[in-house]
């Protein structure tokens, strides 16, 4: 059961967990990475790597399906918010190649990328969510500062401006060089679920954690909570849209029993390792159902009060023979190398 991963970058973590979930498993299988970068960390941790064509290439999904005809791929999963919208609208192809895919339909795939149709999905199906308007239809009067002036389609915390006043609003969303919307700082403390959905988008299990740092926008701190009206947030949200796969679901509680979510990532969250490690093991239970085996919902089964704090850490490179980079530690030890003799677009 090979597993294909797109667009690894720095996420090492997913591609040893499913490492391990394939070891576990015991029936063979190999992690084949993609990226466009061979100095992307996480390729010289797959047991092959290919290089890849840029998610906005029209050979995009032309490209992934030679990889799943090539490897004999079993299962695709996205490591980041890069070809999220191609790998939904390619998933169909994808799967006619022998592949599953771990993505949510592409209604509910854009749904989640833009994040102010995010805000009016989720008030339609009376899921509380911070105002939030569209500054092309004009802004109201009664807004209530501080507010962010926010990227639509933003990843991490880039173009995100808080704002004291009208007039920094108007700055800003002069200043910002992409489309934005304006929403309500919530106030309380903010909160970030890790779930995971079957095929079907029945949600399995759903995770809490307490957001306690950040870096660039992503979380290097957390610790798994155990808290039954975050768990039902995670669920109904997830199977509203519904998601398909791995999913992060990011809200504030305002007040006793009101949450109000900002953000729904149809994605591994960037501290993915904190609930593999509080017993949510999504990567072997994705293999189990891309091998057509039963998956009960086990909501709540996890255990709280375990934190995880990143940090730096690096791999040394050097050229290989092919004029791309291979691990230091590789050459000098004699390791087979990764796949990397294809061209982008092959």
Not at 57 to 76: F, G, Q
Request: net charge negative; aromatic share 6%; charged share 25%.
């Amino acid at each position: 059961m090979n597993v294909l991963l797109t667009c690894v970058g720095l996420r090492v973590d997913n591609v040893t967990a499913f490492r391990d979930a394939l070891a576990a498993r015991g029936e063979g299988g190999v992690v084949v990475g993609t990226d466009t970068d061979p100095l992307a960390p996480a390729v010289h941790f797959c047991d092959r790597w290919e290089r890849a064509p840029r998610a906005t290439d029209p050979d995009y999904i032309n490209h992934l399906v030679r990889l799943v005809e090539r490897h004999e791929i079993a299962v695709v999963v996205p490591c980041s918010e890069w070809d999220l919208e191609e790998l939904a609208d390619g998933r169909e192809r994808l799967e006619a190649a022998g592949a599953t895919v771990f993505i949510s339909d592409a209604e509910a795939t854009r749904i989640c990328v833009d994040k102010y149709r995010m805000h009016e999905f989720l008030v339609s199906r009376g899921i509380p969510s911070p105002r939030t308007v569209d500054p092309d239809a004009g802004l109201p009067d009664d807004l209530r500062y501080p507010v962010l002036v926010k990227m639509r389609q933003g990843r991490g915390s880039e173009h995100i401006y808080r704002c004291e006043t009208r007039a920094e609003v108007d700055f800003f969303l002069a200043y910002s060089p992409v489309a934005s919307m304006v929403q309500e700082l919530c106030p309380g403390q903010e909160f970030s679920i890790d779930l995971l959905c079957d095929l079907d988008g029945r949600c399995l299990n759903a995770i809490p954690r307490l957001m306690q740092g950040k870096k660039g926008g992503e979380q290097i701190k957390g610790t798994t909570i155990e808290d039954a009206e975050l768990v039902e947030v995670a669920r109904s949200v997830a199977e509203a849209l519904p998601l398909r796969g791995p999913g992060t679901v990011q809200c504030f509680r305002v007040a006793p029993g009101r949450h109000e979510v900002t953000d729904v990532n149809p994605r591994f969250g960037g501290l993915f390792p904190l609930p593999l490690a509080a017993g949510g093991d999504y990567p072997g239970l994705m293999l189990a159902l891309a091998a057509g085996e039963t998956v009960e919902p086990h909501l709540g089964r996890f255990r709280a009060g375990v934190s995880m704090a990143r940090f730096f850490h690096q791999i040394t490179l050097e050229q290989g023979p092919d004029g791309l980079a291979a691990r230091l530690d590789d050459l000098l030890l004699g390791r087979r190398e990764p796949d990397s003799t294809a061209a982008p677009g092959d």
